[in-house]
């Protein structure tokens, strides 16, 4: 299967913070892919800012540096790669400063796409918005794109859309969650909303539950006094974790459009119930050697900080009242794994007998490693012996099921920053949606630390604590297995 490359119009992308780790590792890199696969036309160009002093040669030096890094060998050609370096360009500028600015102006062109990432910290966002204003850069169809954290809570989030409202309309903000622009995230929608397969069964008179798992093998190490600050429930599941959980329990939207997909998800993030406390397990991981656990890299001896969390969540509406969602992530677990498992119910009788149990069906859907889907079914055993049961699965790795175009699928930031250009927000959260996010995720994370209780340890290189099992344990339901 070939895949078809969109172009886009020509424009000019400034990514503030050009010098930053997520520039180096993930935008840069990304955009040269997308050079690669012709989606850069011959007049658009990057336009690097940080505070570092640098030229534009040096900078094309670093970028060049984080390609030979971050690009496959087999992507790698000397003579693309010049020719993209051609299209950087470097301003150095300080967010709070006043130099630098006049400089960036002069780089844009007329009638190019404008676009302005802000790979910063969100301390910095009123004063990149307010500046490109004050110096005529931004114009009125301008798009500025906005990392996570978006916000620590409900006012800090309110107070950031209010900061980038002073100067954006809403139409031009895209708050990136790079769990949306993952193949198989988007292929959750392409399943439920281009087949007539499951939309019956997608309800809980079908569905039995649905886990979520998101689980990483890295620890806090260097990021520790940061992450201290965060945890796993607002680091992960206030959006990542609940981006996923609206595209599964999402009403089909009337048209594949940024809004009418956006109200969708944001109706089930006010159909969820407040969580019971019960139904919350922290944890937090202790090293399996010397300097290696949470509490030696928080930078704070008696954190309470939660490096894992698993939750119960209920959605109150007609298609999903009495069919739970289990949720956890955490660090330093077992396997780097990210799913999603429907699990449906039991057919109500089995007409072969007591003795041949059967497993449910369940729809698995994984973003990493190796995106793909996986639908367990019961079969007959082959061979003589009578009826007996087994359950075999309907694998479909992307990379295999789509041949060449498969093996390199897009990273979820080529994907977004293309959207960017094209003025599509479909797969970005709306600033209602992170506020309804934040407001159901404050009451849970308040009740805790009023209680001030410490999160149950864990072994690093586990399944999390072992209050995670039982929270499915005495549902009479089990986690699926973290592996990779
Ligand atoms: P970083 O490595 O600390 O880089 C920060 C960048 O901001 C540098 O380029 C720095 O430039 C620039 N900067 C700092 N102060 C500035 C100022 N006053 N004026 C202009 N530029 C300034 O951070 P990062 O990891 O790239 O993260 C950037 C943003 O993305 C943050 O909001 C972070 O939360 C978010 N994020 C990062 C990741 C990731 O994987 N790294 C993932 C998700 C979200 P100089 O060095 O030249 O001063």
Excluded at 67 to 80: K, M
Excluded at 117 to 144: D, K, M, N, Q, T
Excluded at 248 to 261: G, L, N, R, T, W
Excluded at 330 to 351: C, D, M, N, Q, Y
């Amino acid at each position: 299967m070939v895949s078809r490359v969109i172009p886009v119009d020509p424009f000019d992308l400034v990514i503030f913070g050009a010098t930053g780790d997520l520039a180096r590792r993930k935008i840069l890199p990304g955009l040269y892919r997308r050079f690669l696969d012709g989606q850069m036309p011959p007049e658009a160009r990057v336009i690097g800012a940080a505070r570092s002093a640098m030229e534009t040669p040096a900078f094309r030096e670093e970028v060049r540096a984080a390609i030979d890094e971050f690009v496959a060998p087999a992507r790698q050609d000397a003579t693309r790669i010049a020719e993209f370096l051609d299209r950087l360009h470097y301003v150095p500028i300080d967010a709070k400063g006043d130099t630098g600015w006049p400089e960036l102006a002069a780089q844009m062109r007329p009638g190019h796409v404008q676009a302005f990432y802000f790979s910063v910290a969100p301390s910095l966002f009123g004063a990149l918005a307010e500046r490109l204003h004050r110096h005529g850069i931004a114009g009125s169809e301008a798009r500025i794109v906005v990392e996570k954290p978006f916000g620590r809570d409900l006012a800090t989030a309110q107070d950031l859309n209010r900061t980038l409202a002073a100067h954006f309309e809403e139409r031009q903000i895209y708050r990136i969650d790079h769990y949306l622009g993952k193949e198989t995230v988007q292929n959750l929608m392409a399943v439920r909303f281009a087949n007539i397969l499951f939309e019956p069964l997608w309800n809980a008179q079908f569905v039995d539950h649905v886990q979520i798992t998101v689980a990483e093998t890295v620890g806090v190490d260097g990021r520790g006094a940061y992450y201290d600050t965060s945890g796993a429930m607002r680091d992960m599941v206030q959006n990542h974790l609940m981006q996923l959980l609206c595209l599964i329990a999402m009403e089909p939207p009337y048209c594949f459009e940024p809004d009418a997909v956006r109200d969708e998800k944001l109706k089930v993030i006010r159909a969820l119930d407040p969580v019971d406390p019960g139904d919350i397990v922290r944890g937090q991981y202790r090293g399996t050697g010397p300097d290696d656990g949470y509490l030696d890299h928080a930078g704070n001896p008696d954190s309470r900080t939660e490096s894992y969390v698993a939750l119960k969540v209920h959605v109150s509406n007609w298609r999903w009242k009495g069919t739970p969602f289990y949720l956890r992530t955490g660090k330093r677990l077992r396997a780097r794994t990210s799913e999603i498992a429907v699990v449906f119910k039991e057919p109500p009788h089995s007409i072969f007998g007591e003795a041949e149990r059967w497993r449910e069906n369940v729809l698995a859907i994984r973003l990493q490693p190796n995106e793909g889907m996986n639908m367990t079914v019961m079969i007959k055993e082959p061979g003589p012996g009578g009826m007996r049961l087994t359950e075999v699965p309907l694998d479909m790795s992307f990379a295999e099921a789509l041949g060449e175009s498969g093996t390199d699928i897009p990273d979820a930031y080529e994907r977004l920053i293309m959207d960017v250009i094209r003025g599509n927000q479909t797969l970005f959260m709306r600033g209602d949606e992170v506020e309804a996010a934040w407001a159901w995720t404050d009451p849970v994370i308040a009740a805790w630390e009023s209680r001030g209780d410490r999160p149950k340890p864990y072994d690093a290189g586990s399944s999390g604590p072992e209050d995670a099992l039982m929270l499915l344990h005495r549902d009479g339901r089990r986690w699926r297995e973290i592996r990779a």
